[in-house]
């Protein structure tokens, strides 16, 4: 079990940056790997980014090279910086625990934070 607490939401102009974290309630060192996932409305979720515990990360085209995932193990905590922001992604974003790929499901995880709201403007 963990619990996760995400913070660093707002309201960002077009172009502009945010940071979002990620508050582990267990080691990050002990957990296979975390994610970042976001859901606008009416839109399916999708994953922003995911961390493996050898460190390995992966985007998808959408955000690749405006978004960087990073960990904190010693506060135990998960970070997304997010650059270059634009209009559509907008959205409530929502750090996740033991993330893993299938070709029959995609993306899932195991544990999920309650998501913060970052709202682009344009």
């Known amino acids: 079990q963990v619990q996760l607490v995400e913070s660093g939401g707002g309201v960002v102009q077009a172009g502009g940056s945010l940071k979002l974290s990620c508050a582990a309630s267990?080691?990050?060192?002990?957990?296979?790997?975390m994610g970042w996932y976001r859901q606008a409305p009416g839109k399916k979720r999708e994953l922003v980014a995911a961390?493996?515990?050898?460190?390995?990360?992966y985007y998808p085209a959408s955000v690749k090279g405006r978004f960087t995932v990073s960990v904190d193990t010693v506060g135990n905590l998960l970070y997304l910086q997010m650059n270059n922001l634009k209009p559509e992604d907008t959205a409530m974003y929502y750090c996740?625990?033991?993330?893993?790929?299938?070709?029959?499901?995609?993306?899932?995880?195991?544990?999920w934070g309650q998501g913060t709201q970052v709202t682009v403007s344009s």
């Open positions: 267990r080691s990050i060192s002990t957990i296979n790997s």
């Open positions: 961390r493996s515990s050898d460190g390995s990360a």
């Open positions: 996740a625990a033991e993330t893993s790929w299938s070709s029959d499901s995609g993306w899932e995880s195991d544990y």
